[in-house]
């Protein structure tokens, strides 16, 4: 049975960092595209970054610069390191694994940014 389990969530001072994990079981990220999206109160979903199964990545334009989507496949996780956070950041991040003819998303972990 596939679980993706998100941790690394917290309050942090604008200008500071904080790096999230998705892992995985019942499923291997290499074999997937892998998806960080955010949704903050009020607001639509956004993509974030996506890595591919090759391991090429994509950013929103929001977040180039400041964040970077990596993966480990011997622990089967994949992270968002995030720095210079600023207040617009603050929402509930989620990842998503995607294959050809199946998807499955973890339950999220909320980041806030605030002085």
């Known amino acids: 049975q596939v679980q993706l389990v998100e941790s690394g969530g917290g309050l942090v001072q604008p200008g500071g960092s904080l790096k999230l994990s998705c892992a995985a079981s019942g499923l291997m990220f290499r074999n997937f595209v892998t998806a960080w999206y955010r949704q903050a109160p009020g607001k639509q979903r956004e993509l974030v970054a996506t890595i591919t199964g090759g391991g090429s990545t994509n950013y929103e334009d929001s977040v180039k610069g400041r964040f970077t989507i990596s993966r480990d496949n011997a622990k089967n996780t994949v992270y968002l390191q995030m720095n210079s956070l600023k207040p617009e950041d603050t929402a509930v991040y989620v990842c998503?694994?995607?294959?050809?003819?199946?998807?499955?998303w973890g339950q999220g972990t909320q980041v806030t940014v605030s002085s």
């Open positions: 998503k694994a995607s294959a050809i003819l199946q998807s499955y």
